[in-house]
């Protein structure tokens, strides 16, 4: 766009202040001026490190949803983090105004509201351990940056194994927990709720249903919070099923966790329903929605566990100053129970390798 917007200049248009067309009105300074003021009273910026599948799915969820004023996108590869910014510009016409950016240098950003972290892709090795090394070695380089350009920031992080990752992206940060958040479970939930929307003929969004715990295979459905249009689902299926099977439930469980796979195996990634999951963090919390979302936070205190400072899906109330509140009291069977606690002591075990 740069190139196109100085040959305009040549003609006589003013990018600033709108010459030629506008006339400029002497109390409201120059745009520049504009912006630095409004910055600090209303401008909202959201910041994607990662413009890959994922990060544009979300950077263009935000847009058409018109969540933020601003989105820099950050990437290691010049060409095609340039390529999404223009494409992404052309679709101006479409869309509400939003100054979109681009650049390869995350020392660059400045002054985000909300940074999203979606780097890099999960790439074959030779250990889970050794892959999670790898990724929190280029979080190392990210997140302090991220947190020196914009110490006010709330962190989302998306990458995986995003209950880890978050833990080493709260490290690295130095923020305070409350603005550190893993996308954790809000899209396992999600896939839960569409796979009982179809069977039962109803919508999606009428389906309501908590997972929690580590995001992926050891995600746990609390099947007490499942309703639908305000029924809970297990009451009537005991009611109405005398031979209530736990199996059966645990089948649909296995069944929407594997849906990740399903989907990478088809298409090679996931991109579509994270982008909308983490939209809908971006709303909650830039808009201050103080909606509750299952997501991975610091549970130290409210998992039934002694354990330590892992980061795991709870229901969580999110709003503009992240996440303000943890879900006290989960319904939570024996079996549960002992599963969050599994889980919680073997992330644990991995972030304590980490050495953060
Ligand atoms: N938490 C969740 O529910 C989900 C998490 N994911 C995770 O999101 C992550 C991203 O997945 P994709 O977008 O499919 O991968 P991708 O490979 O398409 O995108 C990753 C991007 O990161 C960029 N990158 C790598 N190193 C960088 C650096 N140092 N600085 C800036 N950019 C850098 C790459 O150039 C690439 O464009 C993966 O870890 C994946 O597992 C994906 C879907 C759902
Ligand atoms: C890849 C992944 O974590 C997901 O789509 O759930």
Not at 279 to 300: E, F, N, Y
Request: proline share 3%; with cysteine.
């Amino acid at each position: 766009m740069k190139k196109e917007a100085s040959s305009l200049s040549e003609l006589g248009f003013d990018a600033d202040t709108g010459a030629g067309f506008f006339r400029q009105v002497p109390s409201c300074g120059r745009d520049g001026e504009l912006t630095t003021l409004r910055r600090t009273e209303r401008l909202t910026k959201v910041s994607v490190i990662g413009a890959g599948n994922v990060g544009m799915a979300i950077a263009q969820t935000i847009l058409t949803q018109g969540l933020t004023d601003e989105i820099a996108l950050v990437d290691a590869e010049a060409d095609r983090v340039r390529g999404e910014m223009l494409d992404l510009q052309h679709a101006a016409a479409f869309l509400p105004r939003v100054r979109i950016a681009a650049g390869t240098d995350v020392l660059g950003l400045r002054a985000s509201d909300l940074a999203i972290i979606t780097v890099p892709r999960e790439r074959p090795a030779a250990s889970r351990m050794g892959q999670l090394r790898r990724n929190v070695a280029l979080l190392r380089e990210v997140v302090p940056a991220v947190a020196k350009g914009s110490p006010e920031s709330l962190l989302v992080v998306v990458s995986n194994p995003v209950d880890v990752l978050a833990y080493a992206a709260w490290k690295l940060s130095g923020f305070p927990s409350s603005r550190v958040i893993g996308s954790g479970t809000d899209l396992d939930p999600a896939r839960l709720r569409c796979l009982l929307a179809e069977h039962l003929g109803v919508g999606a969004q009428d389906v309501q249903a908590y997972m929690v715990g580590e995001h992926g295979d050891g995600a746990l459905a609390l099947w007490s919070s499942v309703r639908v249009g305000g029924m809970p689902v297990l009451s009537y299926l005991q009611k109405t099923h005398s031979s209530f099977d736990a199996e059966a439930l645990e089948g649909i469980r296995r069944a929407v966790v594997g849906g990740a796979r399903e989907v990478i195996g088809l298409k090679g990634y996931t991109s579509w329903a994270i982008g909308y999951s983490v939209a809908g963090l971006a709303r909650s919390l830039l808009r201050d929605q103080r909606r509750v979302h299952s997501v991975s936070v610091l549970a130290k205190g409210f998992v039934p566990s002694d354990v330590h400072e892992v980061f795991l899906s709870l229901p969580a109330r999110l709003g503009r100053r992240g996440v303000l509140g943890v879900a006290a009291e989960l319904e939570l069977t024996g079996d549960e129970e002992m599963t969050l606690r599994r889980s919680a002591e073997t992330l644990w075990g991995y972030c304590q390798e980490l050495e953060l």
